[in-house]
């Protein structure tokens, strides 16, 4: 049974920053995609960017530059660092986990955490 559990949420004026963590817990594989998709109100869940066991980094258009993706492997968790923050930024960030080798059944999702950018 594979859990992810997001922490780091907030309200921020814009042009600051937050810091989002996304804590894994049961067997995630040793290859494995993890990212951070987002959901803003009345909107469809979108892509924000996405990290593999090795490193390799993919961010949507919309937050490239601002926002920076990482993981630790050992601990299993991902975080996003988030800088120069938008009001369009405002959503609830869902972390994700794409398991290869299970196919379909290997796709996790977290509960969202909440991020609020005021203008």
């Known amino acids: 049974q594979v859990q992810l559990v997001e922490s780091g949420g907030g309200l921020v004026q814009a042009g600051g920053s937050l810091r989002l963590s996304c804590a894994a817990s049961g067997n995630i594989f040793s290859f494995n995609v993890m990212g951070w998709y987002r959901q803003a109100p009345g909107k469809q869940r979108e892509f924000v960017a996405t990290?593999?066991?090795?490193?390799?980094?993919n961010y949507a258009d919309s937050v490239k530059g601002r926002f920076t993706i990482s993981r630790d492997v050992a601990k299993k968790q991902i975080y996003l660092q988030m800088n120069s923050l938008k009001p369009e930024d405002t959503a609830v960030y869902y972390c994700?986990?794409?398991?290869?080798?299970?196919?379909?059944?290997?796709?996790?999702w977290g509960q969202g955490t909440q991020v609020t950018v005021s203008s």
């Open positions: 990290i593999t066991t090795s490193g390799t980094t």
């Open positions: 994700n986990i794409k398991v290869p080798a299970l196919g379909s059944r290997g796709d996790y």
